[in-house]
């Protein structure tokens, strides 16, 4: 239902854009959300937004520095990040479901993940 991409390898202070392609008749209406986990952390909130208006919700550590969008007639949403940082090094997921949320509980359907690595 999910396929996320776009993860690399980045030095800190550069740029990453991962996509997140939905499909399937019940995510053309789903809010849309990234989160990330690193290495022996639990799974936070990155990012979400509202399939209706479009409107995004970001964590306060990625604010001014990640930006969600989405394409609904492509229905694909994006994660672009600017000026990455060493502890944003996660695994990231998307996620959707039919209640915007800033925790992962009220999302159907998750992506299988990708990389983000930043070094130093």
């Known amino acids: 239902q999910l396929q996320a991409s776009g993860g690399g390898l980045v030095q800190a202070g550069g740029s990453l854009r991962l996509s997140c392609a939905a499909s399937?008749?019940?995510?053309?209406?789903?809010?849309m959300g990234w989160f990330r986990q690193a290495p022996g952390k639990e799974r936070e909130f990155v990012a979400t937004?509202?399939?209706?208006?479009?409107?995004?919700y970001y964590a306060d550590s990625v604010k001014g520095r990640f930006s969600m969008s989405r394409d609904n007639d492509k229905n694909t949403a994006y994660l672009q990040m600017n000026n990455l940082k060493l502890e944003d090094t996660a695994v990231y997921y998307c996620?959707?479901?039919?209640?915007?949320?800033?925790?992962?509980?009220?999302?159907?359907?998750w992506g299988q993940g990708t990389q983000v690595t930043v070094s130093s």
């Open positions: 996620a959707a479901g039919p209640e915007l949320a800033t925790y992962s509980r009220p999302y159907t359907y």
């Open positions: 399937g008749r019940d995510t053309h209406t789903s809010n």
């Open positions: 937004i509202r399939w209706r208006d479009r409107k995004t």
